[in-house]
C-alpha cells in the first residue's frame, strides 16, 4: 500500500527547515510519496461554508501556504527516489503551457518523479484573483489538462480549443518518460466521472469507509464503461485529520488516530483495491513526534 504525506507547507510548522526535514525523514521511512498544495489567498471576508451553513473565515492554517512547484523542486534537489506530488493545484489558475512546462522541468531535474494532482477549485476569490470565471469548471477543466497533455506530447505542439490556442511550436522541456501522471482531486459524482475520462486516477476524501469506497466503485465502473482498464488507474484516498500520538478512544472517525488505529483503516482500503492514502493535514505535533508517528505507521504498513 502506497502512503504519502503532505509537507508542512501551511500551518504552524511551516517553513523551509521543517519542510526540508519533513521530505528527507519520509524519503528515509520509506514513504512513497511527498506532496504540495495550491492556496493564492486567504481572504479576509468569511468565504468558507461552516458547520451550521453561515460563512466562516478561513482557518488560520491558510494564513501561509509555501508555492507547491517551488517547494517541490527545493526538495527534489534534497531527495532522489521520493514521489513528488501536488494534491491540489488548481491548473485553470495558469496559462496551460506555463503550467506543463514547470512540471516537465521539475520532473526533469527529479528524475521522472513528478505526479500531478489537480482540482477545479471552489473559493471565488481565487478565481477573481486569477483572472478566471468560476463559470469556465468542466468544460474549461477538462480543457486544460488537454492542452496540458499536448504540451508533453511530440512537437510541433498545436491545440486548437474553445479557451486555449497553441499555435505549432516546438514547447520543452518533455516529461521524463514522455508523460506525468495526473490524478484529480473530487467527491462528486460529476467530477469522478469526469476523472474516469480524461485522468489516471483520483483521491477522493476517505470521510468514511462506505462512502469513499462507493466513489472509488463509481470510478473504476465508469472507466470500464468508457474501454479503459481500471486495474491502470489509481485510487489514493486522502484524508484531513492528522495523525496523532495517542490513540482515539470513543466513536473514532475513519483514518483519524494514532499509527496503529490508521493501520488497521488502511488494511480495509487495501482489501477494497484502494492504491494508496495521503495524509494531507500535517499533525500539529513536535517535528520529531510526527517523524516517530511516520515511522511507526510505515513499519506497520507493507510497502507496495
Known amino acids: ?3 504519502g504525506i503532505m509537507l508542512p ?3 504552524v510548522h511551516a517553513s523551509p527547515a521543517n519542510i526540508t526535514t519533513i521530505a528527507q525523514a519520509a524519503e528515509r521511512i520509506g514513504y512513497d510519496s511527498i506532496t504540495t ?7 479576509m471576508a468569511p468565504t468558507m461554508p461552516g458547520p451550521d451553513g453561515t460563512l466562516e473565515r478561513l482557518p488560520d492554517i491558510y494564513r501561509t501556504t509555501f508555492e507547491p512547484l517551488q517547494t517541490l523542486s527545493h526538495v527534489a534537489a534534497l531527495t532522489s527516489r521520493i514521489a513528488l506530488g501536488t494534491s491540489i493545484i488548481n491548473p485553470l489558475f495558469h496559462p496551460p503551457v506555463v503550467l506543463a512546462r514547470r512540471l516537465a522541468t521539475l520532473d526533469q531535474f527529479s528524475g521522472g518523479r513528478v505526479l500531478a494532482g489537480f482540482g477545479q477549485g471552489w473559493m471565488p476569490q481565487e478565481f477573481a484573483t486569477a483572472g478566471v470565471p468560476m463559470k469556465r469548471r468542466g468544460a474549461g477543466f477538462d480543457e486544460v489538462i488537454a ?3 499536448a504540451c508533453w506530447g511530440p512537437d510541433p505542439v498545436e491545440y486548437e480549443g474553445r479557451f486555449y490556442t497553441i499555435e505549432a511550436s516546438e514547447i520543452n522541456p518533455k516529461p521524463v518518460r514522455g508523460d506525468i501522471p495526473i490524478t484529480v482531486g473530487t467527491i462528486s459524482d460529476s ?18 469507509l462506505d462512502g469513499v469506497t462507493a466513489q472509488a466503485k463509481r470510478f473504476w465502473e465508469t472507466a470500464e464503461r468508457l474501454g479503459r482498464d481500471p486495474a491502470a488507474l489509481t485510487v489514493t484516498a486522502q484524508t484531513n485529520h492528522p495523525m496523532e500520538p495517542k490513540p482515539v478512544s470513543g466513536d473514532r472517525p475513519f483514518l483519524r488516530g494514532a499509527p496503529r488505529q490508521l493501520a ?3 488494511e480495509q482500503l487495501r482489501e477494497r483495491g484502494f492504491t494508496g492514502v495521503l495524509f494531507a493535514f500535517p499533525p500539529p505535533d513536535e517535528i520529531a513526534t510526527q517523524i516517530e508517528m511516520l515511522e511507526e505507521l510505515r513499519s506497520l504498513v507493507p510497502a507496495g
Open 1 to 3: 500500500m502506497k502512503l
Open 191 to 208: 467530477g469522478i466521472d469526469r476523472a474516469a475520462r480524461i485522468a489516471d486516477g483520483i483521491t477522493p476524501m476517505a470521510w468514511a
Open 9 to 11: 507547507v501551511s500551518g
Open 37 to 43: 498544495y495550491e492556496r493564492l489567498l486567504r481572504p
Open 147 to 149: 492542452a496540458i497533455r
Open 264 to 266: 488497521d483503516d488502511i
